[in-house]
């Protein structure tokens, strides 16, 4: 997928991406990434910049914020 959406980057056909997906490391460990792309040219050529951003932080503290609220809804009730 993620071969396809570059070439139509480049092509003109999709000017900006946003992505987010999960790794698994040589060590096992699981890491969330998020991409995100821009069509743009460079030395009149056209070109993809990209960003990759490790996000697996964020992501482990919004699965706390989650499961605090649902205890939270639960002690509620």
Known sequence: MGCRK???RL???AESAHLEFKIRRKDAT?????VFGLQSIYNSRPAVLGTLLNITERKLVEE????LYRLLI???N
């Open 6 to 8: 570059y070439k139509q």
């Open 64 to 67: 706390e914020v989650k499961s």
């Open 30 to 34: 699981i890491r969330h990434l998020e």
């Open 74 to 76: 639960t002690a509620a």
């Open 11 to 13: 092509v003109g056909q």
